[in-house]
């Protein structure tokens, strides 16, 4: 068989040129069902993920919080190691009037609190509302909960009013001192602290209680809980519906770590509206809105707890975590009680001398 070389010379090139001629081969892309399929996976997965997130979140918030409430329990026993006794909930200015407080019980713990701001700018000379304005607006991170709504340092429109040198802003506090089951704000006679009984807590006006003074143990009564700034609230014990119409009044829970207390009844006639920073066990944990504060200062030596007649009242322990809320413990310890936990065993805890055969739930 003869072949013409040539001729398959001149094929082969032109075929090389051809090839070389034609687009290169372009990839698949997506059809329009297949990219909607895609971004259906894409959103249904991120449905599954954000929630986990969001509680992982809430979980690190509350053990921050669970830390800060071991951290003021520690302070607690260094006071009292110092001193032999708890802090009082409240100090007064001796001679002074019912409204003229040097500060908390936050105020007093302020020097056994390491990395604090404002522990050498507090005076215990003067009362609240003429400290420093800058020092009242010093953000101690140790009394803040991450979980709270309300901003760090809050603006009161009706302190502002007063016209005060402490002015109108206060770095806000998340935990409330523990009253017990006697919500009476009050004094005995001559600014003396409130007679102890079975329904008292911790802490109250003026009090000064001991280690030897907690005979329900100190692993079973707690000293300090959360009172969360940022709930709604509402007027009076047992109260359903949130406040409404206050223009110069708070609606929301708040209290700062300075000013705490109570809402005395000059302010409340003007129509002010304050959670403070005491709170009771006379209602359930994280009742919701959150009971206002309210101490009558023409009655201020009653003690009369609310649910026995008394005219003063002292809002819940409440928290933005899930089910329950944090508290310290006079033995240091730290537990987390549940909202749903039951009624008597909860005030049994609060007490220091109820004499309850109790154990945490």
């Known amino acids: 068989m003869n072949l013409d070389f040539n001729m398959l010379r001149v094929w082969t090139t032109d075929d090389t040129k051809q090839e070389r ?3 290169p081969a372009l990839g698949r892309g997506f059809t329009l069902v297949e990219l909607l399929v895609v971004i259906a996976i ?29 951290q003021v329990g520690l302070a607690l026993h260094n006071y009292e190691s110092a001193l032999r006794r708890f802090p009082p909930g409240m100090r007064f200015i001796n001679g002074g009037t019912p409204i003229d407080a040097v500060g908390t019980a936050w105020v007093s713990l302020l020097p056994f609190l390491e990395q604090s701001n404002a522990a050498n700018t507090i005076s215990s000379s003067i009362p609240w509302y003429l400290q420093n304005s800058a020092a009242a607006q010093i953000i101690e991170a140790v009394y803040l909960c991450p ?15 007063l016209g005060l040198p402490v002015g109108d802003k206060f770095a806000t506090c998340s935990y409330g001192m523990n009253l017990g089951v006697n919500d009476a704000i009050s004094f005995s006679p001559g600014f003396r602290p409130r007679p102890v009984t079975a329904f008292s807590g911790v802490f109250a ?6 280690i030897g003074h907690i005979t329900d143990g100190t692993s079973n009564t707690f000293a300090v809980g959360e009172a969360a700034s940022g709930f709604d609230m509402c007027e009076g014990i047992g109260c359903k519906t949130p406040m409404a119409n206050i223009p110069t009044g708070e609606k929301k829970s708040a209290h700062g770590w300075l000013v705490g207390g109570a809402n005395p009844s ?5 129509g002010f509206r304050y959670s403070g920073g005491f709170a009771s066990s006379v209602e359930q944990i994280n009742k ?4 206002d504060s309210f101490y009558d200062v023409a009655k ?41 936990i039951d009624l008597p065993t909860f005030q049994a805890l609060s007490t220091i001398q109820g004499g309850e055969v109790v154990s945490i739930p």
């Open 21 to 23: 001629r034609r687009p």
């Open 42 to 70: 894409i959103g249904v997965l991120v449905g599954l993920l954000l929630p986990a997130v969001q509680a992982a979140r809430e979980a690190a918030r509350r053990m921050q919080c669970s830390n800060n409430c071991k």
């Open 147 to 161: 979980s709270d709504t309300l901003e760090p340092i809050h603006s009161y429109p009706f302190i502002g009013a």
């Open 205 to 210: 006006f003026h009090s000064a209680t001991q």
């Open 266 to 270: 000059s302010l409340f006639a003007g």
């Open 288 to 291: 919701s809105p959150v009971t």
């Open 300 to 340: 201020i030596n009653n003690n009369t707890p609310s649910w026995q007649g008394g005219p003063h009242r002292a809002p819940n322990f409440r928290s933005f975590h899930t089910g329950g809320a944090n508290f310290a413990f006079c033995d240091g310890s730290v537990q987390y009680l549940s909202q749903s």
